[in-house]
């Protein structure tokens, strides 16, 4: 469950498992131990792993064996801990670790795909977002040493991997802990060196910190993704003062403006919530004017939920369920059109695609994205998977692109 982060900290942990001897099995009744990596940013996140693991109540008392063990972000909560002791008692182990970095470069990652890997280069956030549970389950921001993740990557790229995803809360803030000066793009244009690696991404951003460097990376450096993922959250500065955000919606802007007007063909994204505590009809209606002035690539969009001990949580403001539905859905709205006009702007233009997937029902349909992160499928070879190919697209909707091979 949960984001990139944990993903990859659920490859590792498999990684883990190999060594002990362990491995994959197909259907969940095979099973002899079964672990859920957790997620807690939203209630949602949060109730499938009760699903989950009242699932698993039937499974354990068929097959008394087995071991269940839940981790993650879930854990390092009281409350999501103290309820599953309390009502999943066929859980048999939790873990609580702390200190993340600790154990990191020790340890081997099961990879789910070899041209493709995510790196993560830090840990934890200190930005205390009102409505966020990330600094509490994840602990402080701390960077990995430089010299450590260029090792990494240099191995990688000598085992086939193409494409690197730098992994953190706040990418923008990498280098803050370190003794030496070291800046996010400092590290970028050390990547960009790394033979083998042809495209660098990173996830995700913040919108205080996004230097000018940064920036300017877009345009010198030739691996680095045509990508920006920026989560805005909202288009109130009244709304992003409350949740804590530390920008307005101007410096927002002022910021697109400027990455837009250096890479003027750069996708955006980013992620977007409606409903936080006291937002009003006019502070919506400024997300949707927002919307529409960056003309969004891509989004992902929440409805917020209350996380426990958050600032936010205490609000007597509440923004009422029907409410917030109701602007979500106004939200995908004008969201939708934006990004089926973008993406059919890629019609009859060739791209370059990293081939990543063979479709399940059809194994000479594949897919993969391009430079920007758009989602293509075409009839392939399943034998181009992790090769990059050239593509023309011919069609395109709001979620995807459909391509041809020139022959
Ligand atoms: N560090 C990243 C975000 C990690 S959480 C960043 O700041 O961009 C991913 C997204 O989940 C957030 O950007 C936010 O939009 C959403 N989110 C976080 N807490 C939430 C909550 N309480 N309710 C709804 N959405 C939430
Ligand atoms: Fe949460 Fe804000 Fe940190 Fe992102 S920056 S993880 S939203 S507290
Ligand atoms: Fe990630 Fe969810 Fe934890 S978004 S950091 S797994 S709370």
Redesign the pocket.
């Known amino acids: 469950h949960g984001?990139q982060m944990n993903e990859h900290d659920s490859e590792k942990i498999t990684w883990l498992l190999e060594k002990m001897g362990y491995s994959f099995v197909n259907e969940i009744d095979e099973a002899d131990f079964i672990i859920l990596n957790t997620c807690s940013?939203?209630h949602s996140a949060e109730d499938k792993v009760y699903g989950q693991l009242g699932n698993l109540k039937n499974l354990k008392s068929k097959k008394k064996n087995i071991k269940i063990a839940v981790c993650g972000c879930m854990m390092q909560r009281d409350e999501s801990r103290n309820y599953v002791i309390e009502k999943f008692p066929n859980v048999d182990t939790m873990d609580i670790e702390e200190n993340a970095l600790s154990i990191d470069d020790k340890l081997g990652a099961n990879r789910l795909y070899n041209f493709k890997s995510y790196v993560n280069i830090m840990y934890g956030?200190n930005?205390f977002?009102s409505?966020?549970?990330?600094p509490y389950t994840r602990g402080r921001e701390t960077s990995r040493r430089p010299g450590e993740i260029i090792r990494e990557i240099e191995d990688l790229a000598k085992h086939g991997t193409k494409e690197v995803t730098l992994l953190g809360?706040?990418v923008n803030s990498y280098g803050k802990t370190l003794d030496e000066k070291f800046s996010f793009a400092n590290l970028l244009e050390e990547i960009n060196d790394i033979k083998g690696i042809e495209r660098i991404r990173f996830m995700?951003s913040?919108p205080k910190d996004i230097s000018d460097e940064l920036i300017y990376s877009f345009k010198n450096l030739d691996k680095l993704c045509n990508f920006l993922h920026l989560?805005v959250?909202a288009g109130s500065s009244r709304v992003l003062k409350m949740m804590n955000r530390k920008y307005t919606r101007e410096d927002y802007l002022r910021k697109i403006d400027k990455v837009k007007s250096l890479n003027p063909n750069i996708a955006l994204s980013t992620?977007?919530?409606v409903g936080f505590p006291g937002e009003s009809e006019e502070d919506f209606l400024d997300t949707l004017d927002l919307v529409k002035k960056v003309e969004y690539d891509t989004a992902?969009t929440?409805?917020?939920?209350v996380?426990e001990n958050t600032p936010a949580a205490n609000r007597t403001d509440q923004v009422p369920d029907k409410v917030k539905h109701d602007r979500f859905e106004r939200l995908l709205d004008v969201l939708y059109p934006i990004q089926e006009r973008k993406n059919k702007a890629f019609i009859g233009k060739d791209v370059d695609v990293l081939v990543e997937d063979i479709s399940k029902k059809n194994e000479s349909k594949v897919s993969g994205r391009t430079d920007e992160f758009k989602l293509v499928n075409f009839k392939g070879d399943k034998n181009d998977v992790g090769n990059i190919v050239k593509v023309r697209i011919k069609d395109a909707n709001s979620f995807s692109l459909v391509g041809e091979i020139e022959s």
């Not at 409505?131 to 990330?134: D, L, M, P, Q, T």
């Not at 929440?302 to 939920?305: A, G, K, N, Q």
């Open positions: 984001c940013v939203r956030c930005n977002c409505y966020c549970i990330v809360q706040n995700t913040h989560p959250q992620d977007i919530m992902f929440f409805i917020y939920s996380r």
